[in-house]
């Protein structure tokens, strides 16, 4: 910290230094030392900010106190501090909350923003963020604060205030300012004592990308989970990248153990048995579903109700049969209550076992049963509508997307579509069986 300005320093400022966007803009305008054109990470509308918004629990009523007591010139610093101590419940630092927080950030990155860094720290969080094209950031912030803290006393079993209202935003003026947000983010979990190294802390962007350099899924996905026994006090990146990493070096059976005894979300308390997979596990095609129903919870086999029976007569109007050269998995092993879709942090949970299923498997044409299924594998939220009907791609192997079974038992009038899409997904194995 030694090396940061005075200037530098103020930028966690939290305490009532809180100015209108206009305001900032302007006078970040009237102290810009160089030309625009020499700012390569800039642009001249909406520019590259760095953020800051905490829980509403993270500065204890003592310290606000004190904070009152003292010059506004050391309020950062001291600010900082109970930040780093982890003061309050710090609820970040449970990995489901972590992880959907995580997942929400990354939805749209790419499409309504630019997450240039990131952090999630226990009771705080973070970003160096770009928003794009009609996106303010006031309304991006908004809807993530909106949306996460909705998710978040839902986990908790509870309501009230999650974030505090407040959030610090500093428009960066130039490349210097840039580097430092990034360097500040980065180091921000080793000087509080949670990671050794950056890439250690799987809950920021170093430590993401690590995971995936280390065969990890790719860090548009969620591909962390926690490691059980493990207490909020004690949450160190490390053991949550480890657990991914450990996880894609699984053969069949050890994954298919880790699988039955899983308890890295809820969903575990209630299920009869974990729903793995079924198949050919050298299978040229991987049908991909989304959660186990009723009957796959008691059989322990993906679709084997009413929509198993059509998808069986999907794959027989193509030629395919149910294990020979086929597999058939689901984005979340354990049945969600009543059948619902499976929550973001329930995909994050299970993410790293799909995604050394695929790596097993290493199909040559992966197909997304429905919503859940095509959100999970392209990393972003559409239509199926939109996404039928033509070749995607998940890391970089052949990807098509069609109408769930269940679907079609309730819509009878696209199973004509569905058609058009079973005639794409044979003409393209085949392309990709005899290239």
Not at 7 to 16: C, D, G, R, T, V
Not at 94 to 101: D, H, Q, R, S, V
Not at 232 to 244: F, G, I
């Amino acid at each position: 910290m030694k090396a940061y300005s005075q200037e530098w320093l103020e930028a966690l400022n939290l305490s009532p230094l809180w100015r209108a966007r206009d305001a900032e803009l302007a006078a970040a305008t009237e102290q810009l030392t160089v030309a625009p054109t020499s700012l390569p990470h800039l642009k001249a509308e909406g520019g590259i900010y760095f953020v800051t918004f905490r829980l509403a629990d993270s500065l204890p009523q003592t310290a606000l106190e004190e904070l009152r007591e003292i010059p506004p010139e050391a309020r950062s610093k001291k600010i900082e501090h109970y930040l780093d101590a982890g003061h309050g419940e710090c609820a970040l630092s449970k990995p489901e909350i972590a992880l959907m927080l995580v997942h929400a950030l990354k939805t749209f990155d790419g499409e309504r923003y630019v997450l240039h860094d990131w952090v999630v720290m226990p009771n705080h969080v973070h970003l160096v963020i770009e928003p794009r094209g009609a996106h303010s950031l006031s309304d991006i912030l908004h809807s993530l604060k909106s949306y996460t803290a909705t998710e978040a006393n839902r986990i908790l079993g509870r309501d009230g205030a999650f974030w505090q209202g407040e959030s610090y935003d500093r428009l960066l003026r130039n490349q210097d300012e840039f580097d430092r947000c990034v360097q500040y983010v980065q180091q921000n979990p080793v000087k509080a004592n949670l990671a050794a190294a950056p890439d250690q802390y799987a809950y920021g962007r170093a430590g993401f990308v690590a995971g995936k350099d280390a065969g990890a899924t790719d860090v548009r996905h969620l591909e962390t989970s926690e490691t059980p026994g493990i207490e909020a006090e004690q949450l160190s990146v490390a053991p949550a990248t480890s657990a991914v990493s450990e996880i894609a070096q699984m053969d069949w059976p050890q994954l298919k153990q880790a699988v039955a005894a899983c308890t890295l979300c809820p969903l575990h308390a209630n299920r009869t048995q974990a729903v793995f997979g079924v198949g050919d596990e050298q299978a040229d095609i991987l049908f991909v579903g989304e959660a186990p129903g009723e009957e796959e919870d008691q059989q322990g086999e993906p679709f084997v109700g009413q929509a198993g029976k059509l998808l069986d007569n999907m794959l027989a109007s193509i030629e395919l049969k149910r294990r020979q050269k086929v597999y058939i998995a689901n984005v979340v092993k354990c049945r969600p209550p009543d059948n619902r879709n499976p929550e973001h942090s329930e995909i994050a949970a299970c993410a790293p076992y799909l995604d050394r299923q695929i790596a097993l498997i290493a199909p040559k044409l992966i197909v997304a049963l429905g919503k859940v299924a095509a959100t999970r594998l392209l990393g972003k939220e559409a239509s199926i509508a939109s996404l039928r009907g033509q070749l995607l791609e998940y890391q970089g192997r052949a990807l098509i997307v069609t109408y769930h079974p269940a679907y079609l038992l309730r819509t009878l009038q696209d199973k004509a579509k569905a058609w058009e899409d079973l005639c794409l997904i044979k003409r393209t194995l085949r392309g990709l069986q005899n290239p």
